[in-house]
């Protein structure tokens, strides 16, 4: 990498991460916690990129961007932020920023994301100004910090100004409709009706038509695509083959695996294909055990606004509800929060309590010994996304070493956490040597923190 970053943020040891890696990378680095001394580095031309945190104690990196751009037109912001929701990702493609991630950040990644940032093409003016939504919808339960969250949010800050059609797919009740209306109320089609079409309204002597002419170039929302019967599959294909100018964009959800169904002949390809410019696929909770904590509380916030009195969660309590199998999803847990506080009396939410509750679940299943649904499951999940997302194309070479780094890196954070920092503990945990631990730290690296754990 070649060129001058500005790095903005108020915690030192990021400031100092970032300064280091990007010095290594061959980068000359100025570092500030001040917003006010960003932007007079800005007004002085210096600078190629900036990196800016976005809640800085003398301003916020997000308001800041439109004025970067009509100081310094084409110069690139990478936006990162703790404040993990898909509003952050929104506001951040709003206002042009050239990337944006969530804390904590991959380094190596955000190392990637620079390199581009550096190599990109400038653009000749100021960034066209965009009307933020009035009634911009901040209370969406889509949050979470999980790279699968993440990288959600991210595609749908992407996708929601295209004219692509989007096919968004996930279990029930992981939140399937929220994304649909989240990329709709935040995209230049805001104004005009979002309509959800189901097999029903399809199915009648009107059908398609009826509901193109509702829609009046908004968004056509088509629920459970993968229940549709051949006749209204048919329909649909005759609808978006005669689509003209001024067309509402098309969005489907699906929580069926349509590949399968067209495998079994019983979901038309070229429907599939017509609907799959873009897919965006819905995590269920097994597959963000982490953002567990953060939805229970923020359903239960949620609650204490509507006048419940206000509690918490024991550790014990917590901890049986991130092992539940939660088949149910997002709609499941919101369920299950809001019983909680209206049975339950004010402080604190108890394991017994809680086992209670799960127990009584209608669709519960059996409690698990640990998170998920299996390691080796997950991952290759992981990998078949990365490989589709290719479209046909192989990775670059390399994938073997980057995929171990990728699993090598959290699994020794995370060891390191809970051993408190001690590398002699750490290195026992894991079975490896001390100097293979200590090498690893360095070659990945990872900042370690000395203090005490209690395990």
């Known amino acids: 990498m070649d060129g001058t970053v500005l790095v903005a943020d108020d915690d030192r040891t990021i400031r100092t991460v970032l300064t280091q890696a990007l010095t290594r990378a061959g980068c000359k680095v100025h570092a500030t916690a001040s917003m006010v001394t960003l932007m007079r580095w800005v007004d002085e031309g210096k600078g190629d990129l900036v990196i800016s945190d ?24 990478i936006v990162i932020s703790a404040q993990n929701t898909i509003m952050t990702a929104i506001q951040a493609a709003e206002k042009e920023a050239f990337d944006y991630l969530p804390k904590p950040f991959d380094l190596p990644d ?16 100021p960034p066209p100004a965009r009307a933020t939504p009035p009634d911009a919808q901040t209370d969406l339960p889509l949050v979470g910090r999980t790279p699968a969250m993440q990288e959600l949010y991210r595609l ?17 009740g992981t939140g399937k409709s929220l994304v649909a209306r989240a990329v709709h109320d935040f995209s230049d089609r805001r104004t005009l009706p979002l309509v959800v079409a189901d097999a029903s309204e399809l199915a009648a002597p009107e059908g398609p038509g009826a509901v193109l002419a509702r829609a009046r170039g908004g968004t056509i929302l088509l629920d459970e695509v993968g229940d549709l019967g051949p006749e209204i599959q048919a329909r649909i294909v005759r609808m978006l083959d005669g689509l003209g100018d001024g067309a509402p964009r098309i969005m489907a959800i699906s929580q069926a695996d349509l590949g399968r169904r067209m495998e079994e002949g019983t979901f038309r390809s ?60 997002v709609r499941q847990l919101e369920n299950t929060m ?24 209608p669709a519960m299943e059996p409690l698990r010994g640990g998170e998920g649904d299996g390691l080796a499951a997950s991952v290759a999940r992981h990998l078949r996304r990365y490989f589709d997302l290719h479209g046909g194309v192989l990775p670059s070479p390399g994938l073997y070493q980057r995929i171990l780094r990728e699993v090598e890196t959290p699994l020794i954070e995370i060891a390191l956490d809970a051993t408190g920092g001690n590398q002699a503990k750490c290195a026992d945990l894991l079975g490896i040597n001390r100097n293979t631990l200590r090498k690893k730290i360095t070659d990945l690296d990872i900042h370690v923190t000395r203090r005490r754990k209690l395990m």
């Open 54 to 77: 976005v809640i800085m104690p003398d301003g916020n990196g997000l308001e800041a961007l439109p004025e970067i751009g009509q100081r310094r037109p084409g110069l690139p912001v």
């Open 110 to 125: 955000l190392m990637k994301r620079a390199s581009r940032a550096l190599d990109a093409p400038r653009r000749a003016g």
């Open 156 to 172: 749908v800050a992407r996708v929601m100004n295209t004219d692509l059609a989007v096919l968004i797919t996930g279990e029930s």
């Open 270 to 329: 070229d429907l599939f294909y017509r609907l799959s410019g873009v897919t965006l696929a819905v995590p269920s909770l097994r597959e963000r055990v982490e953002d567990i904590p953060l939805l229970a509380e923020h359903f239960m916030a949620r609650a204490e606004r509507d006048g419940l009195a206000p509690r918490v969660f024991s550790n014990d309590a917590m901890a049986l509800v991130r092992r539940y199998s939660w088949p149910g999803n």
């Open 338 to 361: 809001r019983r909680l506080m209206l049975t339950g009396g004010e402080g604190e939410v108890s394991r017994d309590e809680a086992e209670a509750v799960l127990g009584n679940q």
